[in-house]
């Protein structure tokens, strides 16, 4: 158990609707990303807050955007979804955002399927 | 990011170490190498990193060669339970974001 928790697990929806992933962060860790799986990309980053700021971003959609509130957990919102958004969807936290380098963590991730 | 290339897959023997190499040879002097691994469709899972010198911990040992163009994740006794996707990546820290630049990686299939 890596401390990041992801809700829901499963989501299944239709093209065109919105939804909204959520995650919390081990506890005292500032920093959360969010990383999209999909069979054909493999892992790839999407974007990074750091106490409340977006801090880097990714390959993101458009479509898709993110946030992170002042209790640290981040939500990430995909809208006008397409067939292709299916995927593995995983938030990671870590201690912070720096020149030292710090392990990220990784939760359970959201299967999101897209009908 | 430095770029990484790793086998696509390899077997090892339950109980036996497995070395899993990887190259870097456009790496920078600021950059680290960290090595991650996935189970199944699991969130990816950090195991060990290094700058230049060796490091050890409880799960791995990596080997950076002194040019530091290649590494070398060890698993010291392979079990079942470490069959998985193993990813090796060289990142810089820093102002532009901690962001984890995942390739191919190695698929390692452990077999009794």
């Known amino acids: 158990d890596s401390g990041v928790t992801q809700t829901p697990k499963h989501l299944i929806t239709a093209t065109g609707q919105r939804v909204t992933l959520r995650c919390s962060p081990r506890?005292?860790?500032?920093?959360v990303y969010w990383y999209q799986q999909s069979l054909d990309q493999g892992l790839q980053f999407l974007i990074q807050y750091y106490n409340g700021e977006e801090r880097a971003k990714g390959n993101i959609l458009e479509r898709f955007s993110a946030q992170q509130f002042p209790d640290l957990h981040s939500e990430l919102n995909l809208s006008s979804l397409e067939l292709g958004d299916s995927a593995l969807y995983f938030c990671?936290?870590?201690?912070?955002?720096?020149?030292?380098?710090?392990?990220?963590?990784f939760g359970p991730g959201t299967r999101l399927t897209v009908t | 990011d430095a770029k990484t290339t790793q086998p696509p897959s390899m077997d090892c023997a339950e109980g036996r170490a497995a070395n899993l190499p990887c190259n870097h040879s456009t790496i920078s002097g600021n950059e680290y190498v960290y090595w991650y691994r996935q189970i199944h469709s699991q969130g990816p899972q950090y195991i060990i990193h290094g700058l230049k010198n060796n490091e050890t911990n409880e799960m791995a040992s990596l080997i950076i060669t002194e040019d530091r163009k290649s590494s070398t994740l060890i698993l010291p006794h392979a079990t079942l339970r470490d069959t998985a996707v193993y990813y090796c990546i060289v990142r810089v820290d820093g102002a532009a974001g901690n962001k984890l630049t995942f390739g191919g990686g190695t698929r390692v299939l452990v077999k009794p």
């Open positions: 990671a936290s870590s201690v912070e955002s720096g020149r030292i380098p710090y392990e990220q963590y």
């Open positions: 506890s005292g860790d500032l920093s």
